[in-house]
């Protein structure tokens, strides 16, 4: 029996409708919690990680008009915990009334790599060199390799959208792994773009009001492998001007795009020292996740209230530093039950499950650790997300 | 529709049933989340502040041993909400094999302050002079004259056991006022006890594994009114000395009450510097709610860890000081949706509502602030609580 569906003596302080149930909705809904806030998630799924934590369920497809109206009814607002639901159906919602945050516009450049990164460099936002190729198409691997002569290899390509978790993002290094390219043999439209020469992958999380007030947090460094965020400590190891920087652009970008709720913008910084912006999210961002733990308001409880245009909550980091390391699904079966209690051995760890059933590589949850140095913090974190998966 | 009810990709890491779903068994249902630990709640009634959190329901009474045994079919491990359940209940649950934490013997212990009292005093732990009283009876005058003949007016009465926030105490400053007592001539044990001369209420909350590993949190400082807990702040504001007096109190007691879970030990500081135990409760507690913010693992998280025998989270604080207020129903309606973003506008605030229906003198929630000094952060926490309830 779910509660909602109950007469309530006390109403929620408002009702926030999520497009989606997976680990962002779980840790939205728990945020709400304290501010009396009701989360409805919108799956066909009754055991993803929202619906499990005791989020109220709107059974349904993303991909599916009545369903989201249904999700919508009797919502303060609507939120995404995904980029997968077709910007059409968002402007027919709010053709209908519906309050959706972020807007339909904004959620639809967060979705297309290469919309965005057109309109990031119409913009003046510095970004990668880039084009665009046809898939599946002979002249693809042509168009690719006038970029590479241009701009020198390895190039990377990118399914503009659908995308996540390494998934459509490919390093070419030479004409012959071209040939081979899986995504240059797919039919659509390919993001082709330089290899930066990398030297910190970079993420500021700010929270956006309608009204234009902003908080932003302390920066985030991360440690992609095979595109998949796997670590990111915070604040990152870069001097202060370069975080100066990448907050002023995350706040131009938030303001442009005329964001509500949590902007996410993933930037490299190059062995030059430039600051360029590689992609975006109009939405709670696992580069986020050591908010939960490290500072005075997590980015979750901050994207609710950025949407609900109440006021946002202090972004201070409470500890000298903070590390989180994701638990990723191991090629061999994993026992959580067995492996938390040996996890939380180290005090200092704050694990994080998701309640998502096991597949390799898949995020099954974090571990963060706050600590007074990058290293201590990193190395905990590190031990207890390996102890959570070991066989 | 509950997810608890479907068949789940994903086990959860434990299962902890708690009987009673108030504002304590919703914020542990909040902290079980990140462990991924279901918790399901013991109540008639289905709109209590658990439930509207998400934590599964067992409709049901704490005094009926059908419903108990139902509630514990499938948990790890059940614990409590509030002091009011049978302990006869609680043992034959256990005879029937159930695991309870903290164990009946415990939290009867916690549940009767006659029998807590004696107990305290038999084993050496620091108390007020107290004695027992017949309530209803012409003697029990005679018998609360005596004792303050010997220790001095005022005398305080308690009601053994069924009083919370204020109810069931009294102050009676001389023999005129006791004629008039409503303690005194209700039929029943009474317990007397000296007016402690008061220079500080302090409470030391522990977490406790039952293998006997603890984790103390820093020292609180209550500020009660009418008896009902209004504020607090953390660490307390008195010499490091008594902190540590009071940690090894509370430690001994843990102990001796082979507690599993949290204990929260209440102390009186007196204007002579001696610390006396004034009440106990084996689950967490109102002056622990600062810990949610303000350090890294909170009550709620401890106190699961605790009962499930796990090890126990780092207890450090996360700030020079916190302070929380409690909002308390006044005697006017309130709008807890229109009120809470104006509480909001103060982004050093956290705000945790329980949503209960409004009674005058209720809580309804709390707001904890953290701040380089205790009075910015209580000011800042009174500002906030007083617009939430504000006309």
């Known amino acids: 029996m779910h509660a909602a569906s109950l007469t309530v003596d006390s109403p929620p302080a408002a009702t926030v409708g999520i497009i989606g149930a997976g680990q962002l909705a779980r840790m939205t809904h728990q945020a709400g919690i304290a501010l009396g806030v009701d989360v409805r998630a919108l799956t066909p799924r009754p055991t993803d990680p929202a619906v499990l934590a005791g989020a ?3 059974l349904g497809t993303h991909d599916d008009l ?3 109206a249904a999700l919508a009814r009797g919502c303060d607002v609507v939120t995404l915990d995904h980029e997968h639901t077709p910007p059409d159906l968002l402007d027919e919602l709010v053709a209908a009334g519906c309050c959706v945050r972020p807007s339909p516009a904004a959620a639809s450049f967060a979705s297309d790599k290469l919309l965005a990164r057109r309109a990031l460099a119409r913009a003046g936002f510095p970004v990668p060199a880039f084009t665009e190729a046809p898939g599946g198409d002979p002249d693809a691997i042509e168009a690719v390799e006038a970029f590479a002569r ?3 290899w390895p190039v990377v390509l990118k399914a503009p959208s659908g995308g996540y978790d390494g998934r459509g993002v490919e390093l070419v290094t030479h004409r012959g792994e071209l040939d081979a390219s899986r995504l240059a043999a797919t039919p659509g439209r390919l993001l082709v773009e330089e290899a930066v020469p990398i030297a910190a992958e970079l993420a500021v999380l700010i ?4 009204s234009g007030w902003c908080a932003t947090y302390p920066l985030v460094e991360t440690v992609q492998r095979d595109g998949i965020c796997h670590e990111l400590v915070m604040p990152a190891r870069v001097p202060t001007q370069i975080a100066h920087r990448a907050a002023r652009i995350a706040k131009s970008l938030a303001d442009g795009l005329d964001v509500a709720g949590i902007l996410a913008v993933e930037l490299f910084l190059t062995t030059d020292d430039e600051l360029v912006v590689n992609e975006v999210a109009t939405r709670p961002h696992n580069s986020g996740h050591a908010t939960i733990d490290a500072t005075a308001t997590s980015q979750f409880e901050n994207h ?3 949407i609900l245009d109440w006021p946002l909550g202090d972004t201070t980091l409470l500890a000298p530093t903070a590390a989180t390391v994701n638990v990723l699904g191991p090629d061999h079966p994993v026992d959580l039950r067995r492996s938390l209690p040996v996890a939380l051995e180290d005090p200092r760890v704050r694990v994080h499950l998701y309640r998502k059933a096991h597949r390799p590589g898949r995020k099954l949850g974090h571990v ?9 913090a990193l190395d905990a974190a590190r031990v207890a997300a390996a102890v959570l998966t070991a066989p």
Request: glycine share 8%; with cysteine; charged share 25%.
């Open 56 to 58: 109220a369920v709107q």
């Open 304 to 306: 609710l209230r950025g």
């Open 66 to 68: 009545d369903a989201l």
């Open 150 to 152: 241009q701009h020198g």
């Open 207 to 210: 929270a956006r009001r309608p």
């Open 368 to 376: 963060t650790c706050l600590a007074p140095s990058h290293d201590e």
